[in-house]
């Protein structure tokens, strides 16, 4: 028997939800490319990057592509082949982020992480300071880590690179964090920072966002990877094509400048109090669920897990059933562990266009789910959850 005909949830995290206005905002004719409303929806996209991002002085680029595409750009823009890079691990985007700079001639270090807990600043500093050349052009390093679900303290990190004299330039990856949870790139002195559509901020995959602080723009003027698409001088060029490098992408331009309307409509600071409440509520149902051993948390430290994903480990369970339930009986997918948690748990993505009765639905099927399959928990995680979400509105 199955009960998921209806509205089916999509819990993964990203490409996530799209609101029902930025649908219909991509839904009207093609416009000129020269002139007219198209240069208008332009300029608030990209001023409505630098709001969301925290940035009043960086630069805002806007490419038809994914986060690997904002890797290449943030790299191509500001480093020259023979290069050196420290990569911060604790999971796999940070990781594959250092794969891509491989690709283009970049030298590669990673600061061994952990995949159950997030980068330690002190490891960072510790490796700075020994780099008395100053070797090291670039740190890499994710905001939150979709593969782990972890949230690394960016803050923390600008304090240990300034703390070891380094030069470095910060680059961020904020693609499952942006629309999520607090980011400030100005404050945080981060130097490149990027991100893309489809996740907290609310439009269909497609677009990426790259936000060049001045310590960036300075490096861009020697850096000798540049290349025709990705180059940040051209895209600054006089006609308004050049921000695209040739034809803009029109109708998702249309949606993301809906998205960001709803955004501010809510205003950013809502947005991350929603998804703390949000993921809270997640959390309290998985630590009730795991008291009998199955399953848990899989970062470790309750600060270090992200608001926008949770990555839950299963301990002598297959986790396909129970997402084969949620999912071909309630009408909820959730998302599977990837990389060295393949096989291993599973991923609730709470990020973007997500609510209560989302998140407490996606629970209860879960809940129901475990009890169907036999597996071992305790009940009452979604009362727990309830009461987060209840303690937050104010009750007792």
Same mark, same amino acid.
Not at 72 to 82: E, H, Y
Not at 103 to 130: N, Q, T, Y
């Given at each position: ?46 001023? /409505? ?19 690997? $595409? ?25 990781? *594959? ?126 850096? /000798? ?20 490098? *040739? ?91 990837? /990389?060295?948690?393949?096989?291993? *748990?599973?991923?609730? /993505? ?18 129901? $789910? ?27």
């Amino acid at each position: 028997m199955t009960l998921r005909y209806g509205k089916e949830f999509l819990m993964i995290p990203g490409p996530t939800n799209v609101p029902d206005e930025v649908l219909r905002a991509m839904h009207r004719p093609a416009v000129d490319i020269y002139e007219g409303p198209l240069l208008q929806t332009t300029d608030d996209c990209l001023k /409505g990057i630098s709001r969301v991002f925290r940035s009043t002085t960086g630069k805002p680029y806007i490419y038809i592509a994914n986060g690997h $595409g904002t890797w290449d750009a943030a790299l191509s823009n500001t480093l020259s082949r023979g290069d050196k890079v420290l990569v911060l691990e604790s999971g796999r985007f940070a990781i *594959g982020w250092g794969e891509a700079a491989e690709l283009i001639g970049i030298e590669v270090e990673i600061l061994p992480g952990h995949w159950r807990k997030a980068v330690d600043p002190a490891a960072l500093e510790a490796r700075l300071r020994a780099d008395t050349e100053g070797a090291i052009k670039a740190v890499l390093v994710v905001q939150v880590d979709t593969a782990s679900g972890v949230l690394n303290d960016i803050p923390a990190l600008r304090r240990a690179m300034d703390a070891s004299g380094h030069g470095a330039l910060l680059m961020v990856d904020c693609m499952a964090s942006l629309g999520c949870v607090p980011f400030e790139m100005e404050a945080w002195g981060v130097d490149v920072a990027m991100a893309g559509s489809q996740k907290g901020l609310m439009s269909p995959p497609g677009l990426a966002f790259v936000v060049a602080g001045q310590k960036a723009l300075a490096a861009h003027k020697t850096a /000798g990877l540049r290349n025709s698409y990705m180059d940040w001088t051209f895209r600054d060029g006089p006609e308004h094509y050049m921000k695209y490098c *040739g034809t803009p992408p029109e109708h998702l331009l249309f949606a993301f400048q809906k998205s960001l309307e709803l955004i501010e409509e809510e205003t950013l600071e809502g947005v991350w109090r929603r998804h703390a409440i949000l993921a809270e509520a997640v959390r309290a149902a998985v630590e009730v669920w795991g008291c009998k051993g199955a399953m848990e948390m899989n970062i470790l430290k309750p600060e270090d897990r992200s608001d926008s994903v949770s990555v839950i480990c299963f301990n002598g369970v297959d986790p396909a059933p129970l997402r084969s339930f949620v999912k071909d009986v309630c009408g909820i997918t959730i998302g599977i562990a990837i /990389g060295d948690l393949a096989g291993k *748990g599973i991923r609730i /993505g709470h990020m973007g266009h997500v609510n209560a009765a989302m998140v407490l639905g996606t629970l209860s099927a879960m809940e129901l $789910g475990l009890r169907r399959l036999g597996i071992p928990h305790e009940s009452g995680g979604v009362e727990a959850a309830i009461a987060v979400i209840d303690r937050a509105l104010g009750g007792n």
